[in-house]
């Protein structure tokens, strides 16, 4: 787990580096900088997620953590599409142990501002599962997890973005048991 936590970190911020340096194709929208470019941020949050459906007993919200990249990809006026790039930390709390799952999750937004600073957010996410401790329950995860984020935000100013989204999974997250992966998310992007 830990090589390749440390594999993903390094691509991650290679990855952000060279998206940064790139030349910016120009748009036709007038939110964010006001210049209509793609933009490419970084960004955290906190994840409250839980397992729903059948062989989930006495099991209570977890509280995890989202970090990673974002551009902003302008389509027509007022429409973007936001591709992110997140390591996520979910998973569900019992009686006495945590659930513990590491995820790799690519959500692919789209995203329609209704104001200058307010946007609706809905789209399809892929979760790659890195790793966790299913083995100290006895369980065997499945590596890969498709869901359904809806959610909005609020434009603060030209680099920042705070947002909230709530995901679904709609693939079973556990070979022998009819779970899915559901989170809520608060987060914060920042655009260079």
């Known amino acids: 787990m830990n090589r390749a936590f440390f594999s993903f970190v390094f691509f991650l911020v290679l990855t ?3 998206l940064s340096a790139q030349t910016v194709i120009k748009g036709t929208s007038l939110v964010g ?4 470019d793609i933009l490419f941020g970084a960004k955290a949050g906190l994840v409250v997620s839980d397992l729903r459906g059948d062989g989930i007993v006495d ?3 977890h509280i995890g953590f989202q970090v990673g990249g974002i551009a902003e990809i302008p389509i027509a006026e007022d429409i973007y599409l936001d591709p992110e790039l997140l390591l996520t930390l979910q998973g569900t709390r019992g009686i006495g142990d945590n659930l513990n799952l590491f995820y790799v999750n690519i959500p692919v ?3 329609y501002h209704i104001t200058d600073e307010i946007a609706v957010e809905l789209g399809p996410q892929l979760g790659v599962l890195l790793g966790g401790n299913y083995d100290d329950f006895n369980i065997d995860a499945k590596t890969i997890d498709v869901g359904l984020g809806i959610g909005g935000g609020y434009r603060l100013d030209s680099n920042i973005y705070l947002q909230l989204r709530f995901n679904t999974g709609f693939i079973k997250v556990f070979e022998n048991l009819d779970t899915y992966n559901i989170a809520a998310q608060i987060g914060a992007s920042y655009f260079f």
Do not use: V
């Open 16 to 18: 952000i580096s060279t």
């Open 33 to 36: 900088n006001g210049s209509g």
């Open 109 to 111: 937004m789209g995203k």
């Open 59 to 61: 099991n209570t919200p």
